[in-house]
């Protein structure tokens, strides 16, 4: 398997990852990259000793290293603003299984590097090995309560005693950092799975999984909480229960968000994914908002909000970034920012959702199709040619996306495995039934 990817470098540990893999990102980030960089890890069992070797990397190439511990990556982007740092590198693999690990960079923007921008550099440097020598230092801070400080100052006094919030770290590393910090707001916070243990006896941190959520629905019901909120592994990922048990779509999330931006900032610019429903358009428009559409995942994400001097920017994962924050996609704020839009309204947040359209879609990770890997490029090509030649309104900024009257399809390569993803939505049923008919027949095509 291939360890570097479209927006991190991710394997499993010890197979593909290990560290001597670590020492050697170590030389070729600060080859890449020189100055001060800030380094932390999640709850991951062989994260310790890969920070460890990735630390000792970047020392021998001169870089001046601050450990901040165990912690989160949204973390790792404001300890980079906060500190004024060159870079960043996060020792994580985010919502994936146990067995992986990984690194996320940063540079001193705090925005993630892509392979197009950067990752791509550093691979080239890793795989050759001429790297810098010279002696850097590694220093220790915990920056926990600085964190804390820096996301409260940016919302107004809550008066939000009267809500009880469950919170499922899944195990992962913000379960010892971000319930602490949501108590701070006021909120009554009950705890569900929020020991760092690099395990994950009880369930993936992954909530983007249904079964994922199951025990966190099953609390918000016991404790007749307001809400139950859940993380992924490095906490930038966020999964939201409402007040009945049930899983609110991130689409729906990210439309409160943007409707809660858009009445403080009208006419500021805000960046989706080319996955996102049209629901989210809509709401921008409705709201005096400016779409933006960008390419899936978080690096092409965050590095348009940058360009386009975005107010806000969300994704179909759960991921939500903040201009406020440096354009980080942090769960933990995203959190803050729903505890504030519920107490100042005095809504639960069903009441709210009531409040925004609904369409037919099908946009599942799971619909997904294998593609021959010699011919998953040709096939996809041909594909855009034969829809032009046919009259079809296409976009191809991140696959094969088709226009119709009231509706979408998206048809995108997986970045990852050689599989095609396929995404549909329609205002209606009758639209949505036609476009289905219309994917299925494209599906049947796919060369195996």
Known sequence: MKIFRAYDVRGVYPKEIDERTALRMGKALGTFNPGKIVVGNDSRLSGPSLKRKLIEGLISTGCDVVDIGMAATPMIIFSTMHLKCDGGVMVTASHNPKEFNGFKFNGSDGIPISFESGLNKIEEIFEIGEFSQQKGSVSKIDLTRDYAEFLLLKISNLDSTRMKIVVDAGNGSPGSIYPKILRETGVDICELYCEPDGNFPNHQPDPSKRENMRDLQRRVLETQANLGFAYDGDGDRLGVVDENGNIVDPNRVFA????????????????????????????????????????????YIAQRMAEED??????????????????ADDALFASIKLIELLTKSNREITDHLKDLPKYHSQVSEAFRFPISESEKFSFMKNLEI???EKGYKINTLDGVKIAFEGGWALLRLAHTESKISVAYESRNQEGFTKIKKFVDEIVRRIPQ
């Not at 049209?278 to 409705?286: A, G, L, Q, V």
């Not at 975005?310 to 354009?327: D, K, P, Q, V």
């Open 256 to 299: 409160l968000l943007i409707k809660q931006t858009l009445e403080s900032r009208p006419n500021s610019k805000i960046v989706y994914d080319v996955l996102s429903s049209m629901m989210i358009e809509d709401t921008i428009r409705k709201h005096n908002g400016v779409p933006i559409v960008s390419k899936v995942g978080h690096t």
């Open 386 to 388: 034969e829809l032009r």
């Open 310 to 327: 975005a107010a806000l920017a969300g994704e179909l994962s759960g991921h939500y970034y903040f201009e406020e924050i440096f354009c």
